[in-house]
């Protein structure tokens, strides 16, 4: 099991990173570094002999977290933003259909299962609408303002914030 990455290399998180319990200050859940954030490794080593985890200091958060090797990426590495995250609740824009039967009509709800960022077309999201999980591209998918979650409660306030 050797690291991929070493002292000083830049890398960034490929997911949401929250509190687990182990981070001082703040309550367990909180949002602690968002997905695509980058920062640079001050130490490696490992978790239960099988995991290698490192030691990433994010300069913009001031934050120093453990993360596991397979949720960074080597910071100058192919990166695609994504407009939604994993438990986003959306909307769909049309209605999404297989073979001609609708599954979910135009305005129903789902939440993001898992996003795709390398998928053809553009980014994709597997979503779960009642009784089916469907993979969508981005573009027949909308945010969900009255089902938001804490996440996107707090994106939309930094947002707004930025906006003025």
């Known amino acids: 099991m ?16 929250r509190n687990d319990g182990t981070y001082p200050g703040l309550e367990t859940g909180q ?23 490192y030691t990433v200091h994010f300069i913009d958060q001031d934050r120093v977290i453990g993360c ?11 990166w695609v933003e994504s407009e939604f995250e994993y438990r986003d609740r959306v909307i769909a824009r049309v209605s999404l259909a297989i073979g001609g039967e609708v599954i979910a009509a135009a305005g129903a709800g789902g939440e993001i299962e898992k ?14 609408f009642p009784g089916r999980t469907l993979q969508v591209p981005e573009t027949a998918l909308a945010i969900d303002p009255e089902n938001l979650n804490e996440l996107q409660k707090q994106k939309l306030a930094e947002q707004e914030a930025v906006d003025g």
């Open 2 to 17: 050797r690291p991929r990455f070493d002292y000083g290399d830049e890398v960034r998180v490929t997911r949401n990173v």
């Open 31 to 53: 949002l602690l570094v968002r997905r695509g954030s980058t920062g640079h490794v001050r130490d490696v080593g490992t978790f239960l002999q099988d995991q290698i985890i």
């Open 68 to 78: 596991r090797e397979e949720e960074l990426l080597a910071a100058d590495d192919h």
């Open 115 to 128: 996003v795709l960022r390398d998928a053809p077309g553009g980014v994709a999201y597997e979503v779960r």
